[in-house]
Structures are given as C-alpha cells and as structure tokens.
Nanobody
C-alpha cells in the first residue's frame, strides 16, 4: 500500500496562488508516476497534471497549462502542485494519485489516491 495525504488547500481570491502538497508513505515512491486530479461540484473528476517517476517529464491539462506546475521530491517522498493565477473555475477538491510505472491522464489507471483537499477561489 502507498498512503497519500494532501494538504495546502484553502480559500483564495481570483488571481492568487496556492501550493498543494502530497505526502506519501508505505512503498518506494520513485516507482510511481504521480498525478493531480480535481472534482468540482456536480462534475466528474478531471485530470490536472502528472509527473513521471524521476520528475523530468510532466504533462498538464490545457485548462491549467502555464498556470499550474507539478513537481516532486523523491528524497522527501513528496509531490507538489503550484497553482498561480487561480480562477473561480479552479474551485474543486484536488486529489493526489499514484500510478505504478508511467504516468497517465486517465484516473482509472491510478493505483492509490489521497482523501483530497478543497480549493475554493472567490471572484
């Protein structure tokens, strides 16, 4: 089992920034690609960003490209999502997920999930 715990969510005004963190434990973190997903009220869970095991390859959804940055620290077993220029439509519960092997945009491909952290962007 790989345990994931997100933190860093909160309430922020439009145009502001937040950094989400995801702490992992239980298995070899560097064996896993990591992803961030989000789910807004009444909507399906959506891909936000993903990073490969070494951190040298990332992929982001078009809706966050240029505003959000995913990164990881394998020495600390952590993955991060830096969110800049936040918009009200970024309001959602954000989830950290781990996938053994290569990364994916498809949530059903991920093996482990955190409990989520709420991000609310006010206009």
């Amino acid at each position: 089992q790989l345990q994931l715990v997100e933190s860093g969510g909160g309430l922020v005004q439009a145009g502001g920034s937040l950094r989400l963190s995801c702490a992992t434990s239980g298995r070899t973190f560097s064996n896993y690609a990591m992803g961030w997903f989000r789910q807004a009220p009444g909507k399906e869970r959506a891909f936000v960003a993903a990073i490969n095991w070494s951190g040298d390859t990332t992929y982001s959804a078009d809706s966050v490209l240029g505003r959000f940055t995913i990164s990881r620290d394998n020495a600390k077993n952590m993955v991060y999502l830096r969110m800049n220029s936040l918009k009200p439509e970024d309001t959602a519960v954000y989830y950290c997920a781990a996938k053994y092997g290569s990364y994916s945009q498809r949530d059903q491909m991920y093996d482990y999930w955190g409990q989520g952290t709420q991000v609310t962007v006010s206009s």
